[in-house]
């Protein structure tokens, strides 16, 4: 099948998944990818699949979404979540991952694959023949424009957010404590910082406070909800950070023998440990604000910053109206992967460009598209993203309020019910994917 050649277009997590995915099927694949010649404004390297923002790609637990995201894709043999878990550093129940490692891992399976062709530079126009767009949500304006005459639906935007990461070797030890929450053994996969109601009163006060970089946008409703930058949530009331990002249950400072006040929690971003990431704190403060205010909180009064905090436009399309259920533009042979969907996540711009390469597949083959089961959480996203009932389409992690209720009518709790959720979907999975051996090798599907 090497005679067939489909042009992906960005290197990015859902671009790097669906070339792969189509390599591993014997389909020849062209990679556009314009970095270094072009950078975006939240970019640091030309590697493939670079994670922008966090290094965290969310909950491992089975019984969350998020986790069940996960076993769905190792299931279907998804080859990033393969190179994640290569590159994994600790994080309590979550996947983070060594940001660098991970590309560097990524990049070799690419550069390695016969089928796989890298062709650097800016695409400004939609390619001929077969196509997936995974150019991102920080797709060129050529791109983007010719993508907006071709669907002739509305493109929206939202801004996006970066926390910042500091030295560890800066971070004074003497005050910040490891420990996860509610872990009373062993060495924990944060470290603390604790602040005491005086010291958090001053931070918060200097938070809300200092100068942005982006301001009247924000009255515009132009954020999005996960990604809001740390100020503009404690703009909303003084302890609002007190019970999200900062919030001190389940932990324990030694010093003391009692639960802080407030928190902030440090994660490392490599497997050496020689840099944290601001949990939580994506911003949108100006570079000098940043050292000033977050020098304020106890532990950090000499960090140095390897990376400030960014905040960047993003856009992604009206993807219920403008796309089908295979997220192809109708009437064409051009396929949209990734956040530029509106499918917003690290695992879920991997799990669109595994739709996307199996769709892809499922047309060059002439077999039947992809249809996941509505119970599961990648099947359950996609029929929200591609529902021309949707309204107002924002944004959307896989959560449980997108698959249908449990149907046997039982009282439960939320941990059982999303228990119960998680369950019925791993079964629908196995029913599924027990018909659909022509889209997968010998041996790729995973029990």
Same mark, same amino acid.
């Given at each position: 099948?090497?005679?067939?050649?489909?042009?992906?277009?960005?290197?990015?997590?859902?671009?790097?998944?669906?070339?792969?995915?189509?390599?591993?099927?014997?389909?020849?694949?062209?990679?556009?990818?314009?970095?270094?010649?072009?950078?975006?404004?939240?970019?640091?390297?030309?590697?493939?699949?670079?994670?922008?923002?966090?290094?965290?790609?969310?909950?491992?637990?089975?019984?969350?979404?998020?986790?069940?995201?996960?076993?769905?894709?190792?299931?279907?043999?998804?080859?990033?979540?393969?190179?994640?878990?290569?590159?994994?550093?600790?994080?309590?129940?979550?996947?983070?991952?060594?940001?660098?490692?991970?590309?560097?891992?990524?990049?070799?399976?690419?550069?390695?694959?016969?089928?796989?062709?890298?062709?650097?530079?800016?695409?400004?126009?939609?390619?001929?023949?077969?196509?997936?767009?995974?150019?991102?949500?920080?797709?060129?304006?050529?791109?983007?424009?010719?993508?907006?005459?071709?669907?002739?639906?509305?493109?929206?935007?939202?801004?996006?957010?970066?926390?910042?990461i500091v030295d560890a070797a800066t971070l004074d030890?003497?005050?910040?404590?490891?420990?996860?929450? +509610?872990?009373?053994?062993?060495?924990?996969?944060?470290?603390?910082?604790?602040?005491?109601?005086?010291? +958090?009163?001053?931070?918060?006060?200097?938070?809300?406070?200092?100068?942005?970089?982006v301001q009247r946008d924000f009255e515009k409703g132009?954020?999005?909800?996960?990604?809001?930058?740390?100020?503009?949530?404690?703009?909303?009331?003084?302890?609002?950070?007190?019970?999200?990002?900062?919030?001190?249950?389940?932990?324990?400072?030694?010093?003391?023998?009692?639960?802080?006040?407030?928190?902030?929690?440090?994660?490392?971003?490599?497997?050496?440990?020689?840099?944290?990431?601001?949990?939580?704190?994506?911003?949108?403060?100006?570079?000098?604000?940043?050292?000033?205010?977050?020098?304020?909180?106890?532990?950090?009064?000499?960090?140095?910053?390897?990376?400030?905090?960014?905040?960047?436009?993003?856009?992604?399309?009206?993807?219920?109206?403008?796309?089908?259920?295979?997220?192809?533009?109708?009437?064409?042979?051009?396929?949209?992967?990734?956040?530029?969907?509106?499918?917003?996540?690290?695992?879920?711009?991997?799990?669109?460009?595994?739709?996307?390469?199996?769709?892809?597949?499922?047309?060059?083959?002439?077999?039947?598209?992809?249809?996941?089961?509505?119970?599961?959480?990648?099947?359950?996203?996609?029929?929200?993203?591609?529902?021309?009932?949707?309204?107002? +389409?924002?944004?959307?992690?896989?959560?449980?309020?997108?698959?249908?209720?449990?149907?046997?009518?039982?009282?439960?709790?939320?941990?059982?019910?999303?228990?119960? +959720?998680?369950?019925?979907?791993?079964?629908?999975?196995?029913?599924?994917?027990?018909?659909?051996?022509?889209?997968?090798?010998?041996?790729?599907?995973h029990g």
């Amino acid at each position: 099948m090497a005679d067939q050649v489909v042009t992906v277009v960005g290197g990015g997590l859902a671009g790097s998944e669906c070339a792969l995915q189509l390599a591993a099927r014997g389909v020849s694949v062209r990679l556009c990818e314009m970095r270094p010649q072009t950078m975006t404004p939240a970019h640091h390297t030309a590697a493939f699949a670079e994670l922008v923002c966090s290094n965290s790609l969310k909950s491992t637990r089975p019984d969350s979404a998020a986790g069940l995201l996960k076993s769905e894709l190792r299931r279907m043999g998804s080859k990033l979540l393969e190179c994640a878990e290569q590159a994994a550093v600790p994080a309590g129940g979550a996947l983070a991952v060594d940001r660098d490692a991970f590309s560097a891992l990524v990049g070799k399976r690419i550069e390695d694959d016969p089928l796989i062709e890298v062709v650097h530079g800016e695409v400004t126009d939609i390619p001929e023949g077969r196509v997936v767009i995974a150019a991102g949500p920080l797709c060129s304006d050529a791109l983007a424009d010719r993508l907006r005459a071709l669907v002739g639906g509305e493109s929206l935007s939202f801004f996006d957010a970066a926390a910042p990461i500091v030295d560890a070797a800066t971070l004074d030890l003497d005050v910040l404590f490891r420990q996860s929450r +509610y872990d009373d053994a062993g060495r924990g996969d944060y470290l603390n910082a604790p602040l005491n109601r005086d010291e +958090y009163d001053a931070f918060i006060d200097a938070l809300v406070g200092a100068e942005r970089v982006v301001q009247r946008d924000f009255e515009k409703g132009g954020l999005f909800q996960a990604c809001q930058p740390a100020e503009e949530v404690a703009r909303t009331g003084h302890d609002a950070l007190r019970f999200g990002a900062m919030k001190p249950v389940g932990l324990t400072d030694p010093r003391t023998g009692r639960r802080p006040w407030a928190a902030l929690q440090l994660r490392a971003e490599n497997a050496d440990g020689t840099a944290y990431n601001l949990v939580g704190f994506q911003t949108n403060l100006t570079f000098g604000e940043q050292k000033r205010v977050f020098r304020m909180i106890p532990g950090l009064q000499n960090a140095e910053f390897f990376r400030f905090g960014v905040m960047h436009r993003n856009t992604f399309f009206d993807s219920p109206h403008v796309l089908d259920r295979t997220f192809a533009i109708p009437g064409t042979k051009v396929r949209l992967a990734g956040q530029i969907t509106g499918t917003e996540g690290y695992v879920e711009a991997i799990a669109s460009g595994l739709v996307a390469a199996l769709n892809t597949y499922a047309e060059i083959i002439g077999a039947a598209p992809l249809e996941l089961p509505v119970t599961g959480a990648l099947g359950s996203l996609i029929a929200y993203a591609t529902d021309p009932a949707t309204e107002q +389409y924002q944004p959307m992690h896989v959560n449980f309020g997108l698959v249908p209720p449990l149907e046997d009518g039982k009282r439960r709790g939320k941990r059982e019910r999303y228990a119960a +959720y998680a369950d019925r979907a791993e079964r629908d999975l196995s029913v599924y994917l027990a018909t659909r051996s022509e889209l997968f090798s010998e041996g790729e599907l995973h029990g």
